[in-house]
């Protein structure tokens, strides 16, 4: 029987970042002789998306595409003829990866997924392979988007009714003032949340709840009047409601868990969103009342004071940024661990999930939680 066993250096995780390098080892082992064109390791990543037609469930609409296709041969060639004897095979390899490439994802209508594949191509029979999948972060660097350190303030206002004399209605307000310390967090990282009432009303709020939710879009290119929306709550926090004719101050903290980072632009096939959705529960069946506001996940948190030296924002216009610069280092700051991701579902069978970083350290935007 021939196994294989597919190492990256100094990296058990098998975690890595757009732009950098794989540098790895790969063992052969041949319980027999066999002769082979060639053996070649296959640097492979790519998005599949795929769902049924909601009119039509016989027919699937499906798209693929491929960002790293990198084939090395580690012997032999494609009209190679060697033959191999039985026994242990030691290999190394290198593999340079483009900044560009999207973070690994695992989704109900679609992934993207990255594998290094060995192959071992038979002359006279088919090729066998092996295979051990990888993740792939692309950094998103917070600091580089000045605008992400502005605090968020939502505002929101409800009329319920309440009845007078002959039957007569009259509409009391609801105001709401939601507000956060700043607009993007990291996995690890808290999102504090305050919530001010006034409450005019007389009805009283029995609680307030606040959903930090994944939005996940899938396309399909080729037919861009079709696709999925796929909405996942990640974290979910409830705190007090507010009685009738008050006002009150809430306060709401969610930590942000391991979850892949905004980005809405590498990939043409899945886009990744997220927004946090605060919930009103009101009593007697009455409508609740609900806001929502955008927040941005990155890979590497927004800094104290941080200053940006003007070469290091060259050519970035987003925080969107490959590894160089104080987006790699970790020196002044606690590194991260790195988790697997939640409530990930992927497309097929597979136990692989990615894994993202989690920071620990607290700022001075955050409160404790």
Request: with cysteine; aromatic share 10%.
């Amino acid at each position: 029987m021939t196994t294989c066993n597919i190492t990256f250096e100094n990296n058990s995780m098998k975690i890595v970042h757009s732009g950098q390098s794989i540098r790895g080892a790969v063992q052969l082992n041949l319980n027999r002789d066999i002769n082979v064109r060639g053996i070649y390791i296959h640097m492979y990543g790519g998005a599949y998306t795929s769902w049924r037609d909601r009119l039509q469930l016989c027919k699937t609409h499906a798209d693929n595409e491929d960002y790293l296709n990198q084939r090395t041969y580690l012997v032999g060639a494609t009209n190679g003829h060697i033959r191999l004897a039985a026994g242990t095979y030691n290999y190394t390899f290198n593999c340079k990866l483009q900044s560009s490439l999207p973070t690994s994802f695992e989704g109900k209508h679609g992934f993207i997924r990255y594998t290094a594949l060995v192959v071992v191509d038979h002359q006279n029979s088919k090729e066998k392979t092996f295979s051990e999948p990888f993740t792939v972060i692309r950094d998103i660097n917070l600091n580089y988007n000045p605008e992400l350190r502005n605090r968020i303030i939502v505002e929101k206002e409800k009329l319920y009714k309440r009845s007078l004399i002959l039957f007569c209605w009259c509409p009391d307000p609801i105001k709401l003032i939601i507000r956060t310390p700043v607009a993007a967090y990291t996995p690890g990282q808290v999102i504090n949340l305050d919530i001010i009432v006034d409450n005019k009303s007389a009805v009283p709020i029995s609680n307030f709840i606040a959903l930090l939710i994944r939005e996940v879009t899938y396309t399909k290119p080729r037919d861009s009047n079709d696709q999925r929306v796929e909405r996942t709550t990640i974290t979910k926090e409830i705190g007090d409601g507010c009685d009738k004719y008050k006002n009150k101050i809430i306060l709401l903290n969610i930590k942000v868990p391991s979850t892949p980072p905004t980005d809405a632009t590498a990939s043409n096939l899945i886009k990744i969103e997220y927004y946090v959705h605060i919930i009103g529960t009101m009593p007697c069946c009455r409508a609740n009342i609900r806001t929502n506001f955008p927040i941005t996940i990155g890979t590497f948190p927004l800094r104290n004071n941080m200053t940006i030296q003007s070469n290091q924002m060259s050519n970035t216009n987003s925080p969107h940024s490959s590894r160089n610069g104080f987006s790699t280092s970790y020196e002044d700051d606690e590194p991260p661990i790195y988790k697997e991701t939640v409530q990930s579902k992927g497309k097929a069978n597979t136990n692989f999930k990615p894994k993202y970083a989690v920071f620990n350290h607290t700022t001075a935007y955050s409160r404790s939680s």
